[in-house]
């Protein structure tokens, strides 16, 4: 392929390609079951960590992961914790200046929908009660990293 036909396949890839999604750490624990099991006469106490992390590959290749911690308890006694690492290897074809919302806002939008059926369906299959994450402001979150990275 000469120069001239290249410069127009890349002129003609979409600006934000999702290449591969996968499932990089996947981690479900019940340290107290079955007895725990018991308890849950109501619904559990569940704490929520959300981070989201960009890595530049090659090229215009980059990897934006979405790291989800969940704490549940039932009358103070650990009932689970769930750990995931969903990413994407994605290229894109924008400006610069582009780049990094679209990997700390853009990518983890169109990811979320992933992690929330992983994270229902692995409680479901758990026997535990189903967990629906809500929608996450991923602009809020990349404006209060980008706040507390100024601070320090």
Not at 70 to 98: C, M, Q, R, T, W
Not at 109 to 122: C, Q
Request: glycine content about 2%; overall charge negative; aromatic content about 6%.
């Amino acid at each position: 392929m000469d120069k001239e036909q290249n410069n127009e396949t890349q002129n003609n890839l979409p600006p934000v390609l999702i290449h591969t999604q996968y499932i990089k750490d996947f981690s479900l624990e019940i340290p107290h079951a079955p007895e725990i099991f018991r308890e849950l006469t109501a619904a559990p106490k569940i704490d929520v960590q959300v981070q989201v992390n960009g890595k530049h590959l090659h090229d215009d290749f980059h990897n934006v992961s979405l790291n989800y911690t969940l704490n549940g308890d039932i009358n103070g006694k650990p009932l689970f914790i769930l750990e995931l690492e969903y990413a994407a290897v994605v290229s894109l074809s924008v400006p610069e200046e582009h780049i990094k919302p679209i990997l700390m806002i853009e990518i983890p939008r169109m990811l979320f929908p992933f992690v929330r059926e992983i994270v229902a369906n692995a409680m479901i299959n758990a026997g535990l009660p189903p967990v629906m994450l809500n929608p996450i402001d991923f602009a809020t979150m990349l404006q209060n990293r980008e706040q507390n990275d100024k601070k320090q």
